[in-house]
């Protein structure tokens, strides 16, 4: 970062009250002031200012003996010869911005540069003498710097041309500059006073109106007329209007001498040894201000900049006033405050009763003076129509009538009174800490949380317009209406439950303020929260006060801030997304920022619209007239940009190379009003959907923006939330890495197209191939079933249609031979033995198509039935390790995995040339394992192309949604493994690792 950033923290060399005491206490509202003293320990290059200047883009300048200091209202960046090599010599004297918004920096030694857009440029002037300093910079019409110096050098200068002058080629008489940084020539002879401004030259004389030729100084201000000092008094020329301010307007010419200048809004400051403000014919002394030289400025915003060797002192107003001790309080701590019918003022004290202001005097009201007091510790104050003063403290209350004071008895609850009112119907409410006091002709009633308040404690009551009563207690708000309370808390969208104060505004809604939870608004049955979050200062709300312009003054225990109440509206109606509150506090000339609330009323609208309000050091007074609306927008300017934390320049935009991820963008508002209270958003053209709220934040991060054009805009909104709404902008290009490129991205869609069409094809012939192996597959079932079918109807020719045609001849012979028992008996012997030759084949061909055991004893039963018949007449050792799996499986799995055995045991009878084989059925919480094994010659696995036994397994088990596995290579036998999941387990396809390592195990 080049140069030095400091935020500015207001160092005040003097309160509002030391500083006015000083003066003497009597000054007029207009002329109390604050101010703040600046130094190389807040950021400033040097101590010694030598010439300040605002440029049209808001920044004020500060020309130093150690450099060059750009503040912002929040932090300065400091330009000398470490960061800067073009400034030759650091004692700086001049400053001048020309008509194309350059600034021009005259120093010592001849220095003259040029800063524009960012960049510093050093110029020689020609035949400028050695050692002589550059003191001022001005510019004619015909676009010449006009350069003035302190040993009477005067140059008329352009790029490329200068000529040099003495100013007595131009002034008669006796030459005058008022030090080094002066802002003008003139000289006095006999013949008259003679100026030389801006490359202007103009004579006055006794003839024109002057009074006197005994001039003392002379100085014109921004406005261009001229100010004279003489010993026959102020002299102001106009227009070439000439106008002598005496003794008879009020002036006193002894006390006027030395230096002076003319503020904007008509003010004059003179000085010499001290400073004086003359304002209104008046002359005002500030003391205070001694010491501090005579270089004074004031910018656009109308704050003054006085300049000296010892520093920089910022100059306000004290817009707010206080009255406390020295206005005739006995204590400083009010916490409630009146203004009676007849214009008397009343101060509620927490330990020194009750001071009421009447004609210019105050009388205290005590407990020690007056035994109607209960006690001198102040909880509320209150005027009923009949003009009497209700009077309430922690140890109860009194009334105070026609003079004098007397004490109210009532009920115990009566003796820590908050909060009193008198409603339409003549009914006294009080809030006390245990419960809500009503008093009528019926005498007292008290009313708890159990008749529906949110709590006991009562701080505020109101009587809305509508004729209903608000309370504010401890946890919530209530409504009385119809003989019954109607309590809000937050659980139905109350800010907070500890309720402050209550205000109804004039369009009928009800304000409902918070301890340290915000603000709500009620409005036809709707609740609209405010907090911080929103925009407001402060989640503190103890007192509402409504100037005149319809802003909301709110006081809380860090201050006082204002707020607009049609802003407020606009939020709640969802026209806006956030509010703007404005932060008044000591630089503003409060003694305390520490408000007091929780007592009503803490704070009071006076007649004369004045507003005050109670707090740790007696009463804090805002005159809303005195703070008007800052209508000047703030600059905005984009100050640094750093790429993977490095500073980067981006004077002709930005572009960010691959792998540049990281942006960071420093903005700032320029004000000098409130300059911690700018707000900024921002967003990234086509990046951001919508503009970033940043709040007070000044840097604006951006991480892995893809590759594009955006524009990055950066608004900023003063202290009263007037926007700039044009801004900044940023030209930002990130690059893509290579393989982002168009040509890149050509190459790979290229590639890819290429790669896809081979993919494609090789799909295509896969699919091809598949079809082929599904539709040979097909043909081998057809013939298979075909060749069952034979094998069934061979079957039923040869053996079961054979042995029911032997039963019909046998039963044909048996009627022929009726008469011969013996033969009969003979021939239903035959019958006999061949129907159960026939019954075993028909139950034989039924075992073959699907055994009835796998319904009824399962799977492991039926494949050992199946081991058992065919392992007598194999010759194979068969073994078996068959767990009961009954109820595992679905049917159809049942009867696939039976087939697979029938097929296995098949092809180990028919082609395995095995001497024994072993077949295992297993199980775990997932899956039925079928594993069939034999040692006999086996087989390569390439080299089998075609093997319908072996292709009608693989098809069964994918259709079960199983694993096949099968292991064979020659002369090593051969393992099938046959996975199905349980249909009680969890069904997972594939299994895992895990799973499967542990089924391969199943051997």
Known sequence: ???????????????????????????????????????????????????????????????????????????????????????????????????????????????????????????????????????????????????????????????????????????????????VRSQHWWSVDDNGVHLLINGRFQTWTLEDGLPTLKIVSVQPDHTGTIWMISEAGLIRITDGDLKVITEEDGMRPKAIHGHYWGARRGDIWITNDSWRLLRGGRLTEFPALAGFGATLYEDREGTLWLGAVNGLARIRESRISNFG????????????????????????????????????????????????????????????????????????????????????????????????????????????????????????????????????????????RDGALWFGAEEGAAIWRDGRFTAYTPAYGLASGQIRCLYEDSDGALWIGSYDGGLTRFKDGRLTRFTTKEGLYDNGVFRILEDDRGYFWISCNRGIYRVSRALLNDFAEGRVRSVT??????????LSVECNGGRQPSGWKMRD??????????????????????????????????????????????TLEPGQDYLEIDYTGISFIKNEQIRFRYRLHGWDKDWVEAGGRRTAYYNHVAPGEYTFTVLAANSDGVWNTEGRSLRIVVKPPFWRTWWFLTLICLGGGMLGAGAYSRR???????????????????????????????????????????????????????????????????????????????????????????????????IATMIDRVSASSGISFSTDLADVRDMLAPEAVS??????????????????????????????????????????????????????????????????????????????????????????????????KDRKKWLKLK
């Open 581 to 590: 509150s404005t932060y008044f506090g000591r630089q503003d000339g409060m």
């Open 325 to 464: 001790l020295r206005d005739g309080l006995r204590s400083n701590l009010i916490y409630s405050i009146m203004e009676d019918r007849t214009g008397d003022i009343w101060f509620g004290s927490w330990g020194g009763g009750v001071f009421r202001r009447h004609n210019g005097t105050i009388i205290q009201y005590q407990s020690g003076t007056h035994p109607a007091m209960a006690s001198g510790r102040v909880t509320s104050l209150y005027e009923d129509r009949a003009g009497r003063i209700w009077i309430a403290t922690d140890g109860g209350v009194s009334r105070f009538e026609n003079g004098t004071v007397e004490r109210i008895y009532g009920p115990p609850e009566l003796g820590e009174t908050w909060a009193i009112w008198e409603d339409g119907a003549g009914n006294f409410w009080f809030g006390t800490t245990t419960g809500l006091l009503r008093y009528n002709a019926g005498g007292w009633r008290l009313y708890t949380n159990k008749d529906g308040l949110p709590h006991d404690r009562i701080n505020a009551i109101i009587e809305t």
């Open 764 to 862: 295509i012939m896969r699919i091809r191939k598949r079809q082929m192996e599904q539709d040979a597959f097909s043909r081998q079932l057809i013939e298979s079933q075909e060749h069952e079918r034979a094998r069934f109807a061979s079957e039923l020719h040869d053996g079961l249609n054979q042995n029911l045609l032997v039963i019909k001849n046998r039963t044909l012979m048996g009627e022929q031979a009726a008469g011969d028992p013996d033969a009969v008996r003979m021939q239903f012997a035959e019958i006999r033995e061949t129907a159960t030759q026939a019954l075993a084949e028909s139950r034989g061909i039924a075992y073959d198509l699907r055994p009835e055991r796998l319904d009824s004893e399962g799977l492991s039963a039926t």
């Open 1 to 179: 970062m080049n140069g030095t950033g400091l935020r500015i923290r207001s160092l005040a060399l003097l309160s509002a009250f030391i500083l006015l005491t000083a003066i003497g206490g009597n000054l007029p509202a207009s002329a109390q002031i604050e101010f703040d003293h600046l130094t190389v320990d807040q950021g400033l290059p040097q101590n010694n200012i030598n010439a300040i200047l605002q440029t049209r883009d808001g920044y004020i300048w500060f020309a130093t003996n150690g450099g060059l200091g750009r503040f912002d209202g929040a932090k300065f960046r400091i330009f000398n010869r470490g960061n800067t090599p073009q400034m030759m010599h650091t004692r700086l004297y001049a400053l001048y911005e020309d008509r194309e918004g350059a600034l021009w920096i005259g120093g010592g030694d001849g220095l003259l540069m040029r800063y524009r857009r960012g960049s510093f440029e050093s110029f020689s002037i020609r035949d400028w003498p050695d050692e002589t300093d550059v003191t001022r910079i001005s510019e004619d019409a015909d676009g010449y710097l006009w350069l003035t110096a302190d040993r009477s050098v005067i140059a008329r200068w352009r790029a490329g041309e200068s000529k040099l002058y003495s100013p007595k080629d131009f002034l008669p008489g006796r030459i005058t500059v008022s030090d």
């Open 609 to 654: 619209g004045r507003l005050w309000f109670p707090t740790m050091a007696g009463a804090a007074i805002i005159d809303p007239a005195k703070f008007p609306i800052n209508t000047l927008p703030p600059g905005v300017e984009i100050e640094e940009c750093q790429v993977n934390q490095g500073d980067v320049d981006f004077s002709n935009g930005l």
């Open 896 to 993: 696939s995995l039976y087939r697979i055995s029938q097929e296995c045991v098949n092809n180990i009878i028919h082609h395995s040339e095995a001497s024994s084989a072993h077949i295992r059925v297993a199980c775990d919480e997932r899956a039925v394992y079928l594993t069939v094994a034999d040692n006999g010659r086996g087989f390569d696995p390439r080299a089998v192309t075609h093997s319908f036994g072996l292709t009608g397994i693989a098809k069964r088990v994918h259709l079960l949604g199983g694993e096949l596995s099968i292991d064979a290579a020659p002369e090593s036998g051969v393992t099938i493994r046959i996975a199905v999941n349980r249909i009680d387990g969890v069904a997972r396809q594939p299994h895992t690792k």
